[in-house]
């Protein structure tokens, strides 16, 4: 699919090709330094593919689907040296899904629900993740840096997982420890996330069931 | 401001004297870049233009290179597509195996005979499929690869050739020399060979004539220089640009030619037959080796990262924009090692087939090395027909067989209404080539004013059909090209399945669907059939896309509902050997395209009225020149001074190297600036704020005290640069110590301090190469040189040492350094950190002095001199007002603060915004002549602006849904162009695309949390059908008819 710039791809055109259930994608584009605008939207790319890598891995789908490469227009034979390697390497990795072993309808809740939330991300990408547009370094050195881990678990894996988790209540109550297997997310962070759900309204606990539940099935339950 | 308009009718008269000629075509002869350059230029400005060149195809040696330095872009991608506009622009007709045979007549009116070489092709039925040169039984040499591989009799020059017609090497075809063999006639499905083709005579008639004969590489076969010819691993640089290409004789692997094995030790040798003053060689420097032999460096180590690399050289002459640093970065790659030193070929050892050099350095005296490859980096010669182009243009030759110009002008010949681009002028690189272009075209504007636009043609277009109301109605044209997607995709079961997609109402295959046939079939079929939507399935949109767009606008429909589905490089490229995959990628690439023009919208391209004046911002040369250049090609000019007096930093300059009296050149510019009734000067003049966009700009200057607005369809920035003052070497603590421009000062003012000076010691690279000015200052080494032969003319007896760390002399200029040298002048070498030291002392018979103390690296040992007067190299440094010029024209800076152009390579004097366009040491530090052509440079680009009424805008660009949008300006802090601001509307602020500024890349479009802003023609829909059309068994079932719907 040809785009203008690398920078022009949104997150949610990789979403889309997992939930289309695509067993890889590959961003290729100019390399940085040698942008045919000024815009130098590369290091966008740059900076989106890495953050929607660390969102992958976060709702449990390898990573490793998504690359970006350099290319120049000159570099046929690069290109197609890369293409195959890609295409060699999501062999490796095997399906998409099964591989992760996620079935297909927590395959798809989960893209759903960080599709989702793509304009949040977008928020938080403008306002506390840009990096100044200078060197490859020094946007690897951003994202691969503790403070981006430290960022990213406030600002957006906080924000996942709550939504993973009203997800799964849509369906009926859930306890802690059932949601924590279900969704692979550990006891306690699963009790700090309902607690602060819980404090602004959007999950009710039963206390006398020790079940959570959200508060439109809650009535719909009665009903 | 209206008041100052002049009248009419002066207006006209002045119009009328600006010749009497009667023609308004124009003849280019070469094209390569810089011909290439004039005839678009030429085109743009509304001449007819010949473009003429005795090669097969277009595009010259520039052809032939793999990257260009300093950034490494890829030479032929950047070159190939100026060699298609050339193709499809109306006013351009290419003359390929054409030579010149006579001219006659004079400026304004020459006649022009042509000899069309017979090709033995008929070009018109030729489609370039290539099946003739598979079939061809003789094999030849391949010129267009530096005769490293093999070619066909029968053959096209280059995969990427314009035109793409193949052609017959007589001397190499079985039936030309004797009529043994008629293969190809056999082969070819398009009857397009005629081997009874004759040579064929044309007479074309033109106002002026442009000269862009080019270079031609050093030989060093004639006299087996370092042994090449004899020893099969020693390669010229041309046949290592070859080798480092991936359309190269290896396909992009360096190997050796002896055994086919990757070298892994390799040498260049630098100045090979420049610099020399012995018979065969050529005495100047040729300018380029130097940054091109870094660039291989460079290459060699991405192709291996273990290459040892061994560059033996004489000075390191970096004097252009960011060549030091591209310098730096080869240098300090791993395994390379810059040697300075002489070197001699040693021998050839028979077993291995490698070389041995024989090299010497201070500290390790004489060496032998052997190495796997040796490269010889060889300058530039005038063009192997000199002699011919002076007697049938009847110009005048330098001794060096150079085309001979005007100094104050370099691009006049001596032949009035013939002028000279690019490397005919002498040793020069790309970006000159394309900026003496640019100049010439003014030239040419200024001579034929009257004329423009009287013989160039525009296009007529059938009225565009609305299809607003009506549901899809698909054509897919799926093309064999030949045989390069044929031989491997089952063309015509793609074409049936296209047939039963959605929305698809007819598709067929072409042989050649870029074939003007196959293209006048596409549009009849749109007309007969209703489409209203095209896919063609074939090669690559970079190339094609314009002709197939054309042809929808041919058939009467919007041409932005034209879809390209690439299976050609995409797929039967790539997949040769796996037809049956071939196939079926072929059909996902259709399936993909067809689903996405389903959706595709009409745009519509704004035509935008361009004001024709123009606004200078500097009146020093550059400024100056560039005004009256466009005030001679008919067009009002505002020209802005910060300073009370025209002239800029030449008022500081009274000769140069060749002898011009600058000081009697500025009075007369100054004179002719303020007598043209077509420019306007505000002296005093700052600018307070500037708005718009090409052809619709409007400044306020402040000029005496009073404010006014400027409304302009150009600028042109030429706002100069200064000296830096040192803080070095005394300099304002003793007034023996001055720059060089003080020193010039002084000689002209004749004080005796500095005639009479018994010893004068010139200190360079004061303020520049170092961390602070990471940049070479261009000028210095020439101006000390100047300075120093001046005082040698006043005072023969005076002691001049030059402290210099490379001699930069580049291009002719060498001449000088050699002659300083002969006349007495001292050459002492010294390295970054440990540069001379200065202090005031005694000398021997007790005179008070300056004592300058330096290592010599050539002896070896501390030297100490006695100076009467140390002058020091000052760098030349950017004003500081760039960065509000920066602000008021969107236009960047470096980070050494000079102004940054659109590209390095081929768009020298434009910026990346529209209609504003850059000259003189605003740019980089260089020569008057150099300004100068700049000047003329961006006066020609200027006016393929101002030539035209209207200017289109790209229809492809962003808008804003305003009910969407949040006003949160995400969009606008990633829209480096500014395309984008927030407006108060009745609902409040919103964002606003300004159509003509975006660039239509859509990097704002993905940072819109609201999904407000988008790019037309690759919208979000569009590009979702296309990714559910990929996997499409997996894809929800409907989405993207529902989508289609939608819209």
Not at chain 1, 50 to 75: D, H, Q, V, Y
Not at chain 2, 114 to 134: A, F, Q, S, W
Not at chain 2, 400 to 418: I, W, Y
Not at chain 2, 575 to 585: G, I
Request: include cysteine; charge should be negative.
């Amino acid at each position: 699919m040809r785009v203008m710039c690398t920078g022009r791809v949104d997150p949610a055109y990789v979403i889309r090709a997992f939930e289309n259930g695509a067993d890889g994608v590959y961003v290729g584009g100019c390399w940085p330094g040698e942008c045919h605008y000024v815009t130098e939207g590369n290091y966008h790319a740059l900076g989106m593919i890495k953050l929607t890598k660390r969102i992958l891995k976060l709702i449990g789908i390898n990573p490793e689907r998504l690359r970006l490469e350099w290319l120049g227009a000159s570099e046929g034979i690069r290109f197609a040296e890369v293409m195959n390697d890609v295409a060699a390497k999501v062999r490796e990795i095997g399906p998409l899904g099964k591989s992760e072993g996620l079935d297909e309808g927590l395959l798809k809740s989960r893209l759903e629900t960080v599709k989702n939330l793509l304009p949040w991300i977008k928020l938080v990408e403008r306002e506390r993740l840009r990096v100044a547009v200078g060197s490859v370094e020094e946007y690897e050195k951003f994202y691969d840096s503790e403070e981006m881990d430290k960022l990213f678990r406030e600002l957006i894996a906080d924000k996942i997982d709550t939504s993973l988790i009203m997800a799964l209540l849509k369906d009926g109550p859930c306890s802690n420890a059932e949601i924590s297997q279900k969704l692979g997310i550990e006891t306690g962070e699963v009790a700090r996330l309902v607690g602060i759900s819980v404090r602004q309204g959007l999950v009710k606990l039963d206390e006398k069931q020790k079940v959570l539940l959200l508060p439109g099935v809650k009535e719909q339950a009665r009903a | 401001m209206e008041k100052e308009l002049i009248d009419k009718e002066q207006f006209e008269q002045l119009r009328k004297s600006l010749g009497e000629t009667n023609t308004a075509d124009v003849m280019v002869v070469g094209a390569g870049i810089s011909g290439i350059q004039a005839s678009l230029d030429l085109a743009a400005m509304g001449f007819k233009v010949y473009l003429v060149d005795k090669a097969p195809a277009i595009g010259g040696h520039m052809a032939q290179l793999d990257k260009t330095f300093p950034t490494n872009d890829c030479s032929m991608c950047i070159e190939s597509p100026k060699f298609i506009e050339c193709s499809r622009h109306p006013n351009i007709e290419i003359m390929t195996y054409t030579e010149v045979e006579r001219v006659e007549g004079e400026a304004g009116e020459y006649k022009v005979s042509l000899l069309k070489k017979p090709r033995y092709i008929d070009e018109e039925k030729c489609t370039g499929c290539g099946v003739c040169v598979e079939y061809c039984p003789a094999l030849v040499p391949d010129e267009y690869n530096q005769d490293l591989c093999l070619s066909k009799a029968v053959h096209i020059y280059f995969s990427q050739a314009v035109p793409l017609v193949t052609y017959i090497e007589r001397d190499k075809c079985h039936f030309l020399q004797d009529e043994r063999c008629t293969i190809c006639e056999g082969a070819c499905k398009t009857k397009a060979i005629n081997l009874f083709q004759k040579p064929e005579r044309v007479e074309v008639e033109v106002g002026a004539i442009v000269l862009a004969p080019g270079f031609e590489p050093f030989d060093p076969e004639l006299r087996n220089d370092y042994g090449y010819g004899i020893m099969e691993n020693v390669v010229t640089s041309l046949d290592y640009e070859r080798l480092l290409c991936a359309t190269g004789p290896y396909e992009g692997e360096i190997l050796r030619s002896s055994d086919k094995k990757h070298p892994h030790k390799i040498a260049w040798i630098q100045c090979v037959g420049s610099r020399q003053v012995i018979e065969g060689g050529n005495s100047y420097c040729s300018g380029v080796c130097c940054a091109y032999t870094q660039k291989q460096v460079i290459l060699t180590k991405d192709h291996d990262a273990d290459a040892e690399c061994t560059i033996f050289h004489n000075d390191i002459r970096a004097f252009g924009k960011d060549f030091e640093r591209f310098y730096q970065r080869a240098e300090n790659l791993p395994g390379v090692r810059f040697i300075r030193s002489y070197v001699s070929i040693g021998k050839e050892i028979p077993e291995s087939k490698n070389v041995t050099i024989r090299y010497s350095t201070t500290d390790d005296g004489v060496k032998e090395e052997e190495f796997d490859m040796v490269v010889l980096s060889v300058g530039l010669n005038p063009p192997t027909e000199f002699e011919a182009l002076s007697s049938t243009f009847g110009i005048e030759l330098t001794e060096k067989g150079f085309c001979k110009t005007n100094p104050m002008n370099p691009m006049e010949t001596s032949k009035k209404g013939v002028f000279v681009s690019g490397a005919f002028q002498g040793p020069i690189d790309i970006p000159e080539s394309v900026v003496t272009a640019s100049a010439a075209d003014a030239l040419c504007g200024q001579l034929l004013a009257h004329q423009r636009g009287n013989l160039a043609t525009a296009r007529e277009y059938p009225e565009e059909k609305d299809v607003s109301g009506e549901d899809p109605k698909i054509g897919v044209f799926v093309c064999h090209c030949g045989a390069n997607i044929g031989r491997v995709v089952d063309v015509p079961s793609v074409v049936e399945y296209a047939a039963g997609l959605p929305n698809v109402v007819h598709a067929q295959e072409a042989l050649f669907a870029c074939s003007t046939d196959n293209a006048r079939q596409i549009s009849d079929t749109i007309k007969e059939k209703g489409l209203n939507r095209v896919v063609v399935a074939a090669c690559t949109p970079r190339t094609h896309e314009p002709l197939f767009r054309d042809t929808l606008r041919e058939g009467g429909i919007n041409q932005y509902f034209y879809d390209m589905a690439n299976i050609r490089e995409h797929c039967s490229w790539v997949h040769s050997k796996e037809k049956d995959v071939a196939t079926k990628k072929a059909k996902d690439i259709v399936r993909m395209s067809v689903a996405r023009s389903a959706l595709l919208q009409p745009l519509e391209e704004f035509q935008l009225p361009v004001d024709k004046r123009a606004l200078v911002v500097g009146g020093g040369i550059a400024g100056m020149t560039s005004a009256l250049s466009l005030a001679g090609q008919g067009f009002e000019v505002f020209l802005l001074e910060k300073e009370a007096e025209l002239g800029g930093i030449a008022r500081r300059l009274h000769y140069t190297l060749d002898g011009m009296d600058v000081q009697s050149y500025l009075k007369d510019l100054v004179k002719k600036v303020y007598q043209n009734p077509y420019v306007h000067v505000a002296t005093n003049a700052t600018i307070s704020e500037a708005s718009g966009y090409v052809g619709n700009f409007v400044t306020k200057v402040k000029a005496e005290n009073a404010v006014r607005e400027i409304h302009h369809g150009i600028a042109v920035i030429a706002t100069g640069a200064e000296e830096y003052k040192p803080t070095e070497y005394l300099y304002g603590q003793d007034d023996r110590v001055m720059t060089q421009l003080e020193l010039e000062e002084q000689i002209v003012k004749g004080a005796e301090k500095v005639i009479n000076a018994d010893s004068l010691v010139m200190i360079q690279c004061v303020g520049c190469r170092n961390k602070e000015r990471n940049y070479c200052s261009r000028i210095c080494c020439s101006e000390s040189i100047k300075n120093a032969l001046k005082v040698k003319e006043k005072n023969p007896n005076a002691d001049i040492f030059i402290l210099f760390r490379d001699m930069r002399t580049y291009g002719l200029r060498e001449d000088y350094y050699r002659e300083a040298a002969d006349k007495g002048v001292k050459f002492i070498r010294y390295e970054q950190g440990a540069e001379p030291e200065v202090a005031p002392g005694k000398s021997e018979d007790g005179r008070d002095v300056l004592k300058v103390t330096a290592i010599d690296y050539v002896l070896g040992k501390k030297v100490e001199l006695d100076a009467d007067i140390v002058t020091l190299a000052a760098a030349v440094i950017p004003p500081a007002e760039n960065s509000d010029i920066s602000k008021f024209f969107k236009v960047p800076v470096n980070p050494d603060g000079f102004f940054q152009e659109a590209h390095v390579k081929l768009r020298p004097v434009d910026f990346a915004a529209d209609g504003i366009f850059l000259c003189g040491i605003a740019h980089y530090p260089k020569h008057i002549p150099e300004t100068i052509s700049q000047a003329y440079g961006a006066a020609g680009r200027a006016v393929t602006i101002l030539s035209r009424d209207t200017v289109t805008a790209s229809g492809a660009v962003c808008e804003v849904r305003e009910d969407d949008c949040v006003a949160c300006g995400a969009c606008i802090t990633v829209c480096k162009y500014g395309a984008i601001e927030l407006v108060d509307t009745p609902k409040g602020k919103k964002a606003r695309v300004n159509p003509v500024i975006c660039k239509g890349d859509g990097l704002c479009n993905p940072k819109c949390p609201a999904s407000a802003i988008y790019l037309k023609h690759f919208t979000d829909d569009e590009l979702f059908s296309q990714i559910d059309q990929a996997v499409p068994s997996l894809a929800k079932a409907g989405k993207t008819a529902a989508q289609g719907a939608k819209n």
